[in-house]
């Protein structure tokens, strides 16, 4: 038994070497930087992964996997993330294809669009992008997506499966943040996470799956101890709760909340929040919620902004989108 703690010391220590590289201080000390998780290497072995399986799926006689997305209006970023899955999702296998309205359409007329590739059986996965003009309810939009075809796990029953540790699918951001977790071997059994962020789609499925049990039937649990904070979360709380955190998970979109002095050292730092900012030198550019250059020097391992969480989107996003595909066409088979 004692063998066996020391070696488990041992492979804990070599893993944190591993994972880690030297800087100096300004007084030229020597110090452990984090570990970078590179989110875009990781997507594009989850990519690459599933274009095996999509290749496997159709030499069994199935159709390719098939994915809708539904954009409404010309908002600039919107047009480019949607841009950015539809080529991935041809680049490994998926028949994607964007449809586009004008921001003036009704939202009856968004709600008949949807129904419409509800009920075409050669269609296994529907996104609609938002936001959504302000003059629909982006709510019960997302609730008119048929549930099996949701592959961004915002219809009601698939969070109240989530919430229930069931089969379902999960919002991709979630999901790749415990996809990261997962990958990267970081321990969470009995860990203290916080996630700073308690929107519907981010901050609370991340939240639900870091604290379920890992044996339930959904097998996404992470068995932390989570606490979430939010926007009446006080400042010394927030830096309380992160400071004593062995694994913080932020999706604010407020630039450089988590500061080096709220995270304890060696801790896990995942960064969602995504703003474009625009720099002294007058140039835009893309920053998340975390003092990245400070925060790594003290942190465990950390995601950027970019390359980190956004990749891993996508991805879980063609898994989604597969998966959705696989349960139709074994749901089509029982029914024969």
Sequence with gaps: ???????????????????????????????????????????????????????????????????????????????????????????????????????????????????????DKNVDGILVQLPLPGTMDERKVCN?????????????????????????IVPATALAVIEILKRYKIETFGRNAVVVGRSKNVGMPIAMMLHSDKNH???????ATVTICHRYTPPEKLEFFCRN??????ATGVPKLIKASMVKPGATVIDVGITRITDEQGKTKLVGDVDYDEVSKVAGAITP?????????????????????RRLRQKESNVQ
């Design 1 to 119: 038994m004692r063998q066996t703690i020391c070696l488990r010391v041992i492979s804990s220590l070599l893993t944190t070497t591993m994972r880690s590289h030297t800087y100096y201080d300004s007084m030229g000390a020597a110090r452990i930087m984090a570990q970078v998780i590179d989110g875009k290497a990781l997507a594009k072995e989850i990519k690459d992964e599933l274009k095996t399986k999509i290749h496997s799926f159709v030499s069994l006689g199935h159709r390719a996997p098939s994915l809708r997305c539904i954009i409404v209006g010309d908002d600039p970023a919107s047009h480019t993330y949607v841009r950015n899955k539809i080529q991935a999702a041809i680049d490994i296998g998926i028949d994607a294809t964007t449809i586009t309205y004008d921001a003036t359409l009704s939202e009856d007329d968004l709600i008949t669009a949807i129904n419409s590739l509800n009920t």
């Design 305 to 325: 902004v970019p390359g980190g969480v956004g990749p891993m989107t996508v991805a879980m996003l063609m898994h989604n989108t597969f998966e959705a595909a």
């Design 144 to 168: 008119v997506v048929s549930p099996e075809k949701d592959v961004d796990g915002f219809h009601i029953n698939n969070v109240g499966q989530l919430c229930l540790d069931m089969p379902t």
């Design 217 to 223: 039937s959904s097998g996404l649990g992470m068995d």
């Design 245 to 250: 955190a062995d694994i913080i998970v932020t």
